[in-house]
């Protein structure tokens, strides 16, 4: 845009609710949302599609879309091809291998 000012590009909606966390890989994009990482593939950085979701943190009840979870996904760190994600609600860390 030549007049200098910032445009909405882009809008993807988030597998799970309350999508908090986000985080740089390589060549993609991660999100912390309720129990899932998910994973979006930046081939096009404009418009970037959810490629994988991970269940990081799956309780394994169901879920009012409201409802906070157990261990939902906080803050995301990416480092040397793992991910490290904060569980939010009950004080656990997990580490994913991407």
């Given amino acids: 845009d030549v007049s200098g000012?910032?445009?909405l590009a882009h809008v993807e909606a988030t597998?799970?609710?309350?999508?908090c966390g986000i985080e740089l890989g390589e060549h993609?994009?991660?999100?912390g949302a309720a129990?899932?990482?998910e994973k979006f593939d930046l081939s096009d950085p404009a418009a970037p599609l959810r490629s994988e979701?991970?269940?990081?943190?799956n309780?394994?009840?169901p879920r009012?879309?409201?409802q906070r979870g157990q261990g939902d996904a906080h803050d995301l760190e990416y480092r040397d091809g793992l991910l490290?994600?904060?569980g939010q609600n009950d004080d656990s860390l997990a580490i994913v291998k991407t």
């Fill in 5 to 7: 000012k910032a445009r």
């Fill in 15 to 19: 597998h799970d609710v309350a999508p």
């Fill in 28 to 31: 993609c994009v991660y999100v």
């Fill in 35 to 37: 129990e899932h990482v």
């Fill in 53 to 57: 979701v991970l269940s990081v943190f």
């Fill in 59 to 61: 309780s394994g009840r």
């Fill in 64 to 66: 009012n879309p409201k």
């Fill in 84 to 86: 490290y994600v904060t």
